[in-house]
């Protein structure tokens, strides 16, 4: 624990303490230190041990006609790449780690106080979901890129990126709607012809995967399961957008050119409390996909709403409440303790010899 919470501490420090005007090499010293730590990890992250068998299970050479039918080809193509390549399966994790770590550079330095994104980023979408669910990390992170077209008006690229996120995650086709939105105001009717006209298309596209989810999700086929994490997050996800409902005009009227992506965010998070009434598993997916919106609202609002004499006070409050949440799944958590703790490094091993 105390690895994590060291790290995620000093991310934040940075993020209070470097001016958004000289944040470059901050920037570029933790993109670089992210994907050292998320790419060289050994047996770290629950879903490690999945991820490195189905890679010891890939033959070598690419098969092109097996691997487009598959229903993620994207990863199956860089997975069977590597293999081909002959790269030990680190290199899997380094190159997922290299995709992420774009999305958030570029996510981050599209906003206001990138590093302070950056350091909140850390303790749930680098940790919990980077360092474990590679595929939907990297499907997440293409949709913080596509935000950044969204955020740009570019439809097109927006959509683009969207999609080619989901080649590694299916579950990203369905934000394919908020394409239509960029560049435009968000109303309910907006909302509504951009889920009308572009549902179809996310269904069409997610129809291999229609059937699993149904039964995950809506069946419940393998039992009624819940996540208490699920619902934690939700919470955490959810704190900046019941200050978003009292503060929204001070946003508008300070970010103005980022107010239409932190509105339709808000709108989405509030429309996923049936799903959290409902089903917490499927939520825990959905889950990683807003909460780098979430942080972003946090900060913005913390810049937004500060009075001047409490501007560091308040800019502190995320960080803080982030790092209660790190401390809290740490003591609580039995995937932390058993998944995370200790930290354990391929890099590690070669220089002792191992």
């Known amino acids: 624990m105390i690895t994590y919470v060291g790290i995620f501490t000093g991310l934040a420090l940075l993020g209070l303490s470097i001016p958004d005007r000289r944040n470059l090499p901050t920037m570029i010293g933790i993109a670089l230190f992210l994907i ?14 999945a991820y490195y068998l189905r890679y010891v ?3 070598p050479g690419l098969h092109f006609d097996e691997i487009f039918s598959r229903q993620e080809p994207g990863f199956e193509l860089l997975a069977s790449l590597l293999k081909t390549m002959g790269a030990h399966y680190m290199w899997l994790n380094i190159t997922t780690a290299i995709l992420m770590v774009i999305g958030y550079y570029v996510f981050a330095r599209a906003n206001r106080s990138p ?3 950056m350091a909140l980023l850390f303790p749930v979408i680098v940790v919990q979901l980077g360092m474990s669910g590679i595929r939907q990390g990297v499907a997440t992170s293409a949709l913080m890129l596509a935000s950044v077209a969204f955020l740009k008006g570019n439809r097109l690229m927006t959509g683009l990126i969207i999609i080619l996120g989901a080649q590694f995650h299916s579950s990203a086709y369905v934000f394919l709607p908020i394409a239509f939105l960029a560049g435009r105001r968000i109303n309910a009717g907006r909302i509504i012809a951009g889920v009308l006209l572009l549902s179809p298309l996310a269904v069409y596209l997610l129809s291999d995967r229609l059937e699993v989810y149904s039964e995950r999700y809506v069946e419940q086929a393998y039992g009624e399961i819940t ?3 699920a619902l934690i997050r939700y919470a955490l996800i959810m704190l900046p957008y019941l200050f978003f409902l009292r ?18 965010f808000a709108i989405i998070c509030f ?24 942080i972003l609202t946090f900060v ?17 409050l995320p960080p803080l409440l982030y790092g209660l949440y790190q401390v809290f799944w740490f003591m609580t958590s039995s995937h932390a303790a058993e998944c995370y703790d200790p930290y354990r490094s391929f890099s590690f091993l070669m220089l002792s010899g191992a």
């Open 247 to 264: 503060y929204y005009r001070d946003l508008r009227a300070a970010f103005p050119e980022a107010y239409n992506l932190l509105k339709l």
């Open 36 to 49: 050292w730590f998320m790419g060289t990890r050994y047996i770290v992250g629950c879903d490690f041990k």
């Open 57 to 59: 299970e890939i033959l």
């Open 227 to 229: 996540s208490r994490g």
């Open 300 to 316: 913005y609002l913390s810049l937004a709403i500060a009075p001047r004499q409490q501007t560091l006070l308040i800019r502190a």
């Open 271 to 294: 429309a996923l409390l049936p799903v959290a009434l409902y089903s917490s598993i499927a939520l825990h997916r959905i889950n990683f996909y807003v909460m780098p919106f979430s």
């Open 115 to 117: 590093v302070m994104i």
